[in-house]
């Protein structure tokens, strides 16, 4: 069974960080696309980042140099490294498993989300 | 970059149908996905490549795309279809994923 469980999330001080987990189970995370979605409070999806399989990585602009994707293969866990954090970065975050073709992708399993606080 | 347009909420009476629209620029030229969550709920996908439905969703949920609208139809709305709903397309241009902002769909 497919199985996405999300863990990190918390409360953290404006300029501080977070190391957010997505632990994978039923596949394996390096075969996979990755993203993470998160959500503000009251808000729409908005999207974060993805690692694709040969490890290339994207990053929304509001978060690009601030927010680090990456996975440990060994752990079957992908990992979001969140700097400098600002207050507008408060969002349940979720991660999901993504199928693509050759020109689209779509998340097809998600997490149950992991809450992120960013206040002093 | 890419901007998707939902309406912010849609309301219908048990028994009748739902249209949900997404619109965007030429959005036909390109696939769109679907995702429904429920209240304090993960987001689920219902539709995939504009109109394909993943195992598990019901035959009533569709979905069409053509022109600059995307549109998801809920036929037989039911109580436990009250939701938001969100589009979603992948921007090749930047390989960025791009959400519309989510529609409330309230059941009467």
């Known amino acids: 069974e497919v199985q996405m469980v999300e863990s990190g999330g918390g409360l953290v001080q404006p300029g501080g960080s977070l190391r957010l987990s997505c632990a994978a189970s039923g596949f394996t995370v390096d075969g996979n696309y990755i993203s993470w979605v998160r959500q503000a409070p009251g808000k729409g999806l908005e999207w974060v980042s993805v690692i694709y399989r040969g490890g290339i990585t994207y990053y929304a602009d509001s978060v690009k140099g601030r927010f680090t994707i990456y996975r440990d293969n060994s752990k079957n866990t992908v990992y979001l490294q969140m700097n400098s954090l600002r207050p507008e970065d408060t969002a349940v975050y979720y991660c999901a498993r993504e199928f693509c073709s050759t020109d689209n992708c779509y998340m097809a399993n998600w997490g149950q989300g992991t809450p992120v606080t960013v206040s002093s | 970059s890419y901007v998707l347009t939902q309406p912010p909420s849609v309301s219908v009476a048990p028994g009748e149908t739902a249209t949900i629209t997404c619109g965007g620029d030429s959005i036909g030229g390109r696939s769109v996905h679907w995702y429904q969550q429920r209240p304090g709920l993960a987001p689920v996908l219902v539709i995939h490549y504009d109109s394909d439905r993943p195992s598990g969703i019901p035959e009533r949920f569709s979905g069409s795309n053509s022109g600059n609208m995307a549109t998801l139809t809920i036929s037989r709305v039911e109580a436990g279809d009250e939701a938001d709903y969100f589009c979603?397309?992948?921007?090749?241009?930047?390989?960025?994923?791009?959400f519309g902002g989510g529609t409330k769909l309230t059941v009467l």
């Open positions: 979603q397309v992948w921007d090749s241009s930047s390989d960025h994923r791009v």
